[in-house]
C-alpha cells in the first residue's frame, strides 16, 4: 500500500431490510403507543411520514443507498493520474476490452491527449440499476456535474475524450 495501512472493513452485510422492518413495525416492537384518536400502536416512519414527509423519504433512501454502497467496499478502486500525454490512458487501456481500447483516445500530440476526467467502470455494474444509479448520482455530486456516457463508437468517444465539446466528465 502506498499511503499509510489499510483500513479494517466491517465484515457481513448491510441489515437495513431487517433495520426498515423495525422501523416499519405497528405491532410490538412499534416505536409509539397511540390513545388518540383511537388506541393502537405506530410504526416510527409512519409518525415520522405524518410529521415530516421528506425526513421518513430521506431515511429509507438513505436505508437503500446504505446497503447499496456497501456492495462496493471490496471492489478495487484504482485511480491513475500523471501528465499530459504521460501514458494515462495507454495503460488503462491494457485492461479494456477490445471495443474498450477502441474507445480510448491515445497518442502523443495535444489533439490526442485526454482534456477531462475520465471513469472506466465494468460494463456489469450497469446490469444493477440501483448501483448504476448510486454511482451516477455520487460522481455528479462530487464533481458538479452528471456525468456523461462515453459514446460506444470509437471516433466520437475520442472526441468526448479529447474534450472537443468542452465538457467536463465522462462516464
Known amino acids: 500500500m ?3 495501512s489499510p483500513r479494517p472493513v466491517a465484515k457481513g452485510d448491510p441489515q437495513w431490510p431487517l433495520i426498515r422492518e423495525l422501523l416499519d413495525d405497528q405491532g410490538d416492537l412499534a416505536a409509539l403507543d397511540r390513545d388518540f ?3 393502537g400502536r405506530e410504526s416510527f416512519l409512519g409518525a415520522l411520514g405524518r410529521i415530516d414527509p421528506e425526513a421518513a423519504s430521506a431515511i429509507v433512501s438513505s436505508g437503500t443507498q446504505y446497503e447499496t454502497a456497501a456492495g462496493l467496499m471490496d471492489r478495487p478502486t484504482l485511480a491513475v493520474a500523471g501528465m499530459l500525454n ?7 487501456a ?3 476490452s477490445d471495443q474498450g481500447r477502441s474507445r480510448a483516445l491515445r497518442g502523443n500530440a495535444n489533439s490526442e ?3 477531462r476526467f475520465v471513469l472506466w467502470l465494468p460494463s456489469r455494474w ?14 455528479g455530486d462530487v464533481l458538479g456535474a452528471v456525468p456523461e456516457m462515453l459514446s460506444q463508437d470509437p471516433a466520437q468517444a475520442r472526441r468526448q475524450y479529447n474534450n472537443a465539446d468542452a465538457n467536463v466528465i465522462a462516464a
Open 126 to 139: 450497469q446490469a444493477d440499476t440501483q448501483l448504476w444509479h448510486l454511482l451516477l448520482t455520487r460522481v
Open 2 to 4: 502506498m499511503f499509510g
Open 37 to 39: 384518536p383511537t388506541v
Open 94 to 96: 491494457t485492461f479494456l
Open 113 to 115: 491527449g485526454t482534456h
Open 86 to 92: 504521460s501514458g494515462k490512458t495507454s495503460l488503462v
